[in-house]
Structures are given as structure tokens and as C-alpha cells.
């Protein structure tokens, strides 16, 4: 196996189910000739192909997440997936914001009990939150505190030296020896090497634990990943300060999320079934599709006279009407795609931990209620994504892809 691709695959999913805030897919980052079949399972019909064997928009790339959650295209997408980009001068003197921890590390149990039978998102729960610091999700029952992030700063020496990270704004390492240096053996340093911030360590001394690696090989804009097997942070050796310290916190947030058994965060992959094989039959119905309208432009072009009291006949014919069925089937299995990152979005874990985020960019107080911040309303929220159907279990989808993909074709891209 190639290094650079050993590299990314040591570096990022050791458990592809269950790696948060990283890429969706590794057979959308790993890319190489292996064979046909391959390069299909690698999702390329869904995204635009870029020479071969690359990819422009990876699932769970910046390009195709901020297409996905409507933001620009010079923003980074954080842990595959999203990251906030501030558009102030220097960010670090001016940000706010907070992360969350279980309450009962640090708050009276006379304050905890404050959230008891009232309804989390109810004004009432925002009353509570702003007299006792303390609030409870729908998710879970884990009643939280919010740890002002105000003051939190990265260990810039550290993390140039050790990770090879270089500002986009102020490069401080040669390029050509940066990227040597990337695609080598990455140093694993913990939390509290990395970041700055006293008052989280203090009130949870373990997060200072969490092993931080670099994001090895091509990870193709991905600006971080947790994964909860190795209790590993994995951060990209790139971007400003304050987008690699949003990112680093969003991790963060993870990392409290799978210690304490909140409610977690996930990846866009926990909804399919069968990833290779939807991707397998969306390329051949986007052929099928192809051919289907190609006829249909033929037969109409081969007619002459087309019209009759001013109405296309052809579209009376066959042809056209196999051209709008083979579009509207190519548009269904495009649409697992969208329903699975929606539903991504909707898990409860993501959506605290692009609170953490959001609280940043916004420059909020500690002290604004969290629930208020979220991004998807709280009656939306997924917590565990396992009860949730696959999006490609649909009746109508599974149809489709049982049609175009035999079972022998299915079973082997399993493999």
C-alpha cells in the first residue's frame, strides 16, 4: 500500500462507523487505480472528478460540506465537516464563547437539581440556566455547565514544531520541507499541550489527557477529526489560528461528549446501509440517464415537423417519457446523498459541538443560554443515530438499486 495512503488511513478511521467530526467516507479520500470497481465505491458519480483518481468535492470535504450548509466557498469545513471562519482582525483579543461539561464536576448538587421537570428550550430552562449556570439537553440526562473559552489559547511553539502547522496568514516554515514533513510520522501530544485553558483542566483534569495528532497525508480540507476507539483529536497542519482553535475546541466537545456518555456526534455514513453500492448505482444511473436523453434529443432531432397544433408530440413517445424516468430515478438515489447530511446535522452530538462553535464566532457570553445557539431546532435533534432507517432502506430506492446492481455486484463491493 502506497505511504500516503497508509498515512491517512492510520491517521484518521480506525473505526469508520464511529469516528465524529471527520470524513464521511475514506474511500472518498483515499484514491487510487485500483480498479473500476474501486473507483466507483469511491463515490466519484456523486462528486465532480478531477484527473484521475481525484476528486474535487470528497464527501465530507470543505467544498461539498459548505455547499451542503450554504456557506462560502473559502470556508473551511471543520472535522470533515464544518469550521467557523471569523472575519474580524485579530480574532484571539476579541472571541468569547464556551464549552460544555457535565455540571456535576463542579456545580452544587442544590444547583443541578434546579433543572428538574422543566423543559429544556423552555423559557423557564433559560431562567434556570441564567440564576444556577446549569441546563439540560432533550437528548440525554446529563445536566450541563458552560466553561467560559474566552481565555483559551493555542500553544503556538507547540503546535508549529510538533504538528507542522503553518498560518495561512503568517507561514513561518519552509513549503516544500512543511509538506515533507506532514506526510511523516505525526507526533502524538496531548490536549493540554496544545491548547491553553486553565479553567477547562481544572474543572475536568482528564480532557488534558486526549491525545492530538496531525491529520496525516492528503486529507483534502479536512480541518479535524475525534475518534472516541483511540480517544485521539486529529488536526490539519493548516488554516488561520482561530479556524485550527474553533476546530480543536469542536473536537473538544467530542472528546467530553464520549467521556461523560452525552449525547455523541456521528457522520453522514451512519445513515447509509450500503454506501458502495448506492454509489455503484447512481453511476450507472447517471449512464443510463445519459443514454436515455441522448435518444430522446435523436428521435426528436430525426422527426422534422415536430409539432402538431403547436404541441411537441414527441413528448408523447416512449423515448421521452424513458428520459424523465431514468432522470427522476438518477434524482432519487441523488438524494441520499442530501437526506443523510441533513439527518448528519440533526445528531445531537454535531449540533452541541457546533454550538461550541458558534458561541465562538458570535463572540458570545458564557453566559448566553447554549439551546438558544443550536442550528437545528432541539425538536429535531437525533440521539442516537443507530434507531434512525437508513435512508437507502427506502422501498422505492431499494427498487432502484435492486434493478441496476445484481446481488453478486452488491455483495462483492461490500468487501
Avoid: C, W
Wanted: glycine fraction near 6%.
Amino acid at each position: 500500500m502506497p505511504n500516503f495512503i497508509q498515512d491517512i488511513k492510520n491517521a484518521t478511521l480506525k473505526l469508520p462507523g464511529q469516528i465524529v467530526g471527520g470524513p464521511a467516507d475514506l474511500a472518498n479520500m483515499v484514491l487510487g487505480g485500483y480498479s473500476n470497481l474501486l473507483n466507483l465505491a469511491q463515490g466519484k458519480q456523486i462528486t465532480r472528478e478531477v484527473g484521475e483518481g481525484l476528486v474535487k468535492e470528497p464527501i465530507g470535504g470543505a467544498v461539498q460540506i459548505n455547499k451542503q450548509f450554504g456557506l462560502k466557498d473559502t470556508e473551511t469545513a471543520t472535522e470533515g465537516l464544518m469550521s467557523a471562519v471569523l472575519g474580524f482582525a485579530n480574532p484571539a483579543s476579541a472571541v468569547k464563547g464556551a464549552i460544555f461539561l457535565p455540571a456535576i464536576l463542579s456545580k452544587p448538587f442544590s444547583a443541578i437539581r434546579q433543572t428538574r421537570n422543566v423543559e429544556p428550550g423552555s423559557e423557564a430552562a433559560a431562567q434556570v440556566f441564567k440564576d444556577y449556570g446549569v441546563y439540560k439537553t432533550p437528548t440525554d440526562d446529563i445536566v450541563r455547565q458552560v466553561i467560559d473559552d474566552s481565555p483559551a489559547k493555542l500553544k503556538q511553539d507547540v503546535i508549529e514544531r510538533e504538528l507542522g502547522y503553518q498560518s495561512v496568514t503568517q507561514p513561518k516554515v519552509d513549503q516544500r520541507l512543511n509538506v515533507e514533513y506532514r506526510n511523516s510520522r505525526s507526533p502524538r501530544l496531548t490536549l493540554s499541550e496544545v491548547l491553553d485553558h486553565p479553567e477547562l483542566f481544572k474543572v475536568a483534569p482528564d480532557l488534558a489527557n486526549v491525545k492530538v495528532e496531525r491529520l496525516g497525508g492528503l486529507n483534502f480540507n479536512t480541518s479535524g477529526a475525534y475518534d472516541p476507539a483511540s480517544d485521539t483529536i486529529y488536526m490539519a497542519s493548516k488554516g488561520s489560528e482561530e479556524d485550527f482553535i474553533s476546530t480543536l475546541l469542536h473536537e473538544t466537545q467530542h472528546a467530553v461528549q464520549s467521556r461523560y456518555d452525552m449525547a455523541r456526534g456521528g457522520n453522514p455514513d451512519m445513515f447509509l446501509r450500503d454506501k458502495e453500492t448506492v454509489s455503484l448505482a447512481t453511476k450507472k444511473m447517471g449512464e443510463i440517464k445519459d443514454e436515455a436523453t441522448k435518444r430522446y434529443k435523436e428521435f426528436k432531432e430525426g422527426r422534422g415537423d415536430k409539432s402538431a397544433n403547436g404541441t411537441d408530440v414527441t413528448k408523447a413517445s416512449p423515448e421521452y417519457k424513458a428520459m424523465l424516468d431514468a432522470t427522476a430515478h438518477y434524482n432519487t438515489l441523488l438524494g441520499i446523498e442530501k437526506k443523510s447530511f441533513s439527518n448528519y446535522k440533526a445528531i445531537a452530538g454535531e449540533a452541541e459541538a457546533r454550538a461550541v462553535q458558534k458561541m465562538r464566532s458570535d463572540r458570545s457570553p458564557a453566559s448566553t443560554y447554549p439551546l438558544s445557539v443550536y442550528d437545528t431546532p432541539i425538536s429535531e435533534l437525533i440521539q442516537d443515530p443507530s434507531k434512525v432507517r437508513k435512508v437507502d432502506d427506502d422501498e422505492l430506492i431499494r427498487s432502484i438499486i435492486d434493478t441496476l446492481i445484481s446481488p453478486e455486484i452488491q455483495a462483492a463491493s461490500k468487501k
